[in-house]
């Protein structure tokens, strides 16, 4: 009883963060923030944020790779999905169907893209964004994809060193990176 009263306070939540977020990027996205994956300016705060988020994201189980390995395509993909852009992280998730009857599910009335979320954040937000999510949001437990829209000459430059930072924060917060943008090891 308490555990689902608990998720549905981390459900509104998690669309109150998306609002917060999008509203603090439309206040803040006006200014030069200069490289937004630089945190060496703001080392102790990155710090505290990640060891908050680590300590949330414990509840999360941990990854089964017999459950998600297979996966290599977001229309697939439960689990929060990260797009690195260059000056910020797209995070989509796809909240769970509250409706537990099978009538209808993913027709007209209950399709799955009306409960995708895209949320654009900068790394400096990833802590409290991942940590904020919903536990449905994580039905493949505490793993999370990473890919790109498309290489594109331009973002040759700066993607490696952007992806890099990312998926080493998200280690740092304990959470187990599906790195879509590296070629799959042959068998």
Not at 34 to 41: A, H, L, P
Not at 43 to 63: D, G, I, K, S, Y
Request: glycine share 4%.
């Amino acid at each position: 009883m308490l555990r689902s009263s608990f998720r549905s306070v981390r459900l509104r939540s998690a669309a109150l963060l998306a609002l917060a977020i999008s509203a603090s990027l439309a206040v803040s996205g006006c200014r030069n923030q200069g490289n937004t994956f630089d945190m060496s300016r703001h080392a102790a705060q990155w710090a505290a944020a990640e060891t908050a988020a680590r300590q949330e994201l414990a509840q999360v189980p941990p990854p089964l790779k017999s459950v998600y390995l297979n996966i290599d395509q977001e229309p697939q993909w439960q689990n929060p999905y990260l797009s690195i852009e260059q000056n910020m992280i797209q995070l989509r998730i796809y909240l769970p169907d509250e409706n537990a009857s099978p009538v209808d599910r993913g027709g007209l009335t209950r399709m799955r893209s009306a409960r995708k979320q895209v949320v654009n954040i900068r790394l400096a937000e990833l802590p409290q964004a991942l940590s904020s999510l919903p536990d449905g949001a994580w039905p493949y437990g505490r793993v999370v994809a990473i890919g790109r829209e498309k290489e594109t000459p331009q973002n040759r430059a700066w993607f490696p060193n952007h992806l890099e930072i990312t998926v080493r924060a998200l280690e740092d917060m304990g959470v187990v990176v599906d790195d879509w943008n590296r070629p799959a090891a042959m068998p």
